[in-house]
């Protein structure tokens, strides 16, 4: 949902089919997201630690496997960093071939202000990993719950509208997304403050 975000920023579309997406990684979350990059018919370049794992999932997606230090390289319009943090770095940054990094890694800016702007130099759009990766939360939420595919997807288009939002800020107010992110959370944090305040001189004492 994040990278559709992602994609309609960039090209103008939402529509994944025919884009090439790189995942680095074949654990849960890498699985998750290529079962919809395949619905969606975009092409798969995968990657992971563990080589039978990654070119199980390539069998199983019709995708291409690749060597782990070459997924950064790749010739792909996105990149989804999937499994370790701390990935976009000095050395990976300049060999990136894509136009977005969307993916549900944690911290995957090394150095968040220096990594961010060496994206931006490169003009790479990067979707803030702890803003795209609550829709994978929102998965184990759910499976935790009682999973309903429902319920999943109708929390997930949340993820759809707050990173179009964070673009939004990000082009209007000419900062990185993730400043934007950062302005987003700040306001919402903010204004549930102001409701809670009106909501607490609103209702009756008790003594």
């Known amino acids: 949902v994040g990278m559709k975000a992602s994609a309609h920023e960039v090209y103008g579309s939402d529509s994944l089919k025919g884009k090439k997406i790189a995942v680095q990684g074949a654990g849960k979350v890498a699985t998750f997201l290529c079962e919809h990059l395949v619905k969606e018919g975009a092409k798969i370049i995968l ?9 199980h999932n390539a069998k199983r997606f019709k995708a291409a496997y690749v060597k782990p230090d070459k997924i950064y390289g790749a010739s792909a319009d996105i990149f989804a960093p999937c499994a370790l943090g701390g990935i976009l770095n000095d050395e990976t940054i300049p060999q990136l071939k894509v136009d977005i990094v969307a993916g549900g890694s944690n911290n995957q800016l090394l150095d968040e202000k220096k990594h961010m702007q060496m994206l931006i130099d490169r003009k790479i759009m990067y979707a803030p990993d702890y803003a795209i990766n609550a829709g994978g939360l929102i998965n184990v939420a759910n499976e935790l719950e009682g999973y309903s595919e ?6 997930a ?13 990000a082009r209007e107010e000419k900062v ?13 944090i903010e204004s549930l403050g102001r409701i809670k305040q009106i909501y607490t001189s609103a209702s009756p004492r008790t003594k």
Do not use: F, M, P, W
């Open 176 to 188: 990185s997304t993730s400043t934007a992110a950062n302005k987003l959370a700040e306001y919402r």
């Open 47 to 55: 990657t992971d630690i563990n080589e039978d794992r990654a070119k």
């Open 157 to 169: 288009e949340g993820i759809y509208d707050i990173l179009r939002e964070i673009y939004r800020i």
């Open 150 to 155: 429902k319920r999943a997807l109708k929390q």
